[in-house]
């Protein structure tokens, strides 16, 4: 439908066809990231109405009675606290590689700043022995 509505476009509007054709990367860029978004609303969590992949497709969670529903968010909040777990040790690590990175900056400025001194001092010398 889509389509036929953008073949219909020049014939309705004075768009070239670069015009066009951006427009139509346009849709499918929005089309992969409407898939890439729906195929988040797939739930990767076993039931007795699943299919041998594993995945329950959000429409027929409105077919599955109060327990099971309560079973699928149970499942649900367990792999989140999973997730969650795992997140929190990427940023723990993240933190600490982070103080390392600061700590070596540190070192490293107040390398620079004894060196920038010494060779002002060389500098100095150097000309006081270039006067006298």
């Known amino acids: 439908m889509l389509h ?28 992969s990231k409407a898939t890439e978004v729906g195929g988040q609303f797939m739930l990767k969590y076993s039931t007795d109405r699943n299919d041998s992949s594993g995945k329950i497709d959000v429409n027929s969670i409105a077919d599955m ?18 997730n969650l777990e795992i997140l929190e040790e990427t940023i723990v690590s993240t933190k600490h590689i982070a103080l390392a990175i600061n700590e070596e900056l ?15 001092t ?11």
């Open 4 to 31: 036929e509505d953008l073949s219909d476009l020049p014939k309705k509007q004075n768009i070239s066809l670069k015009q066009l054709n951006k427009l139509a990367e346009k849709l499918s860029c929005l089309r």
């Open 65 to 82: 009675d109060n327990r099971e529903v309560v079973d699928l968010q149970r499942q649900v909040i367990k792999e989140q606290d999973k």
């Open 106 to 120: 540190d070192l490293q400025t107040k390398l620079l700043e004894n060196l920038e001194e010494g060779s002002k």
């Open 122 to 132: 060389q500098a100095t010398g150097y000309s006081v022995r270039r006067r006298g």
